[in-house]
């Protein structure tokens, strides 16, 4: 078998992912696919953990949402056959497929629907994006098919929401297994998780379409080390590797006759993520200064070998609302000195920088950024700390400076200019409009 990478490379100022797959086209029946996965998740439960390991592992293969967001950026039926929204907006009715179950047997009904979002709503069950549910009213199972989701204001976002991995439809009598175990009605049913080393998947036979999926198997095999993640593949120990492939190694498969490099495209952005309520970064002329420290093509080209593309904004590219901001804050040293002066800076200060060690191109972003701000009087102390930590401490409690991270939410700036994210951005002009 030609073997297979994935990966996704994206930044701050660039979004891209150079892809390794087989050039395969007919797909075959049967057979076991052995993935590598650089980081192994928390937990299988996508509603209580931001990890991007999770859905990674579930999302699609186990759990399935009423609704989904297909190739295109369309909103298609998931769960669902049909889904109707009032004119006021302010009533979602979802007419449910017939021919699902859960991996256990359960038919799939409106009582699932309804403990879900139930679930979801309840502070006690700790759901990591409480905000995508908070306009929910009250949900109606008209009949054993048929479901109402009454909202309490229009949302314009709800819909996507839905398509999110934190809105997987629970099975109402298996909540308790969704972290270690998850029940689900995807094409996969879970199998085994030995941790440290992998997680198994098996084909649900009675996945409602007959036709799919193709493989018998599939397992994420956890191996952290891309220099083991090469030998492994080259050695066909592994079939694929997602998303965590290094671009030294992509640039060394290049010239490898058994693999062919397409560059592709990722909804993902890596930021440099400013805590706003902290000074300096409370002045927009410090922010604005930082965004003239950086030269992005020289960041693309040190962190990720050239793999990437500069973006202007939050948003990526293939977003309906991106605006193409990249000449806004062209790379000036000098005049990045200048607001830096106008602000009360002119020797500069210092910061920390927290990067989660366990993401290499986070810590080659933060150290090139660390560079290029000296040069203008910024001098940031790298601490590198776990991934857990980076959760509860920048992610949770905006305990930070600056850091580096990827961000896939796609489609809401309503995310990023939440006050209470970790951003701590407050604009009393954007919250009013």
């Known amino acids: ?88 907006a302010k009533e979602y009715t979802f007419n449910l497929r017939r021919d699902v179950k859960f991996h256990d047997g359960k038919p799939f009904d409106g009582e699932d629907v309804k403990f879900t979002f139930e679930r979801l ?24 098919y048929t479901v109402k989701i009454h909202m309490k204001n229009v949302n314009s976002m709800f819909l996507f929401n839905l398509a999110r991995p934190d809105s997987i439809i629970v099975h109402s009598q298996a909540a308790g297994k969704l972290k270690t175990a998850p029940v689900g009605t995807g094409p996969f049913k879970f199998v ?30 956890f191996i952290g080390d891309p220099s083991t993640q090469i030998a492994s593949v080259k050695a066909g120990d592994i079939d694929v590797i997602a998303y965590d492939v290094s671009p030294e190694n992509a640039l060394l498969l290049e010239k490898d006759p058994g693999f062919k490099v397409l560059n592709g495209y990722t909804t993902t ?76 800076y002119g020797d500069g200060f210092e910061a920390v920088i927290k990067l989660p060690e366990r993401y290499v191109y986070a810590k080659r972003t933060g150290e090139i950024i660390a560079d290029m701000f000296s040069r203008v009087g910024i001098r940031l102390k790298i601490e590198l700390i776990e991934w857990g930590q980076w959760v509860d401490r920048v992610f949770k409690n905006a305990d930070y400076d600056l850091t580096v991270i990827g961000h896939a939410e796609p489609f809401d700036i309503n995310i990023y200019a939440n006050p209470k994210y970790y951003f701590r951005y407050d604009s009393p002009r954007f919250q009013e409009t």
């Open 121 to 144: 709503m309840d502070p006690k069950t700790a759901t990591a994006h409480p905000e995508y549910y908070k306009d929910i009213d009250s949900v109606e199972v008209a009949d054993r």
């Open 192 to 221: 085994e998780w030995a941790r440290g080393d992998h997680i198994a998947l098996a084909r649900f036979e009675g996945y409602r379409r007959r036709d799919l999926p193709y493989l018998d198997r599939v397992i994420f095999k």
């Open 269 to 344: 952005e890596v930021i440099l993520s400013t805590n706003n309520s902290r000074k300096p970064f409370d002045d927009i002329r410090v922010r604005r200064a930082m965004a003239y420290a950086i030269d992005r093509s020289a960041l693309i080209q040190g962190a990720m070998s050239g793999y990437g593309i500069p973006i202007g904004s939050h948003m990526d590219p293939g977003n309906p609302y991106y605006v193409d901001l990249t000449s806004t804050y062209p790379y000036d040293p000098e005049k990045a000195k200048q607001l830096l002066a106008e602000a009360g």
């Open 1 to 88: 078998m030609r073997r297979c990478l994935v990966i996704g490379l994206i930044l701050l100022v660039f979004a891209a992912i150079p892809a390794f797959v087989n050039a395969q086209q007919k797909p075959v029946r049967g057979g076991e696919l052995i993935v590598a996965q650089g980081v192994e998740p928390p937990g299988l439960d996508p509603t209580t953990a931001t990890s991007a390991a999770i859905p990674r592992v579930v999302y699609g293969n186990i759990l399935e949402g009423l609704v989904r967001i297909d190739r295109d950026g369309k909103i298609v039926t998931g769960l669902t056959k049909t889904f109707k929204i009032s004119k006021d």
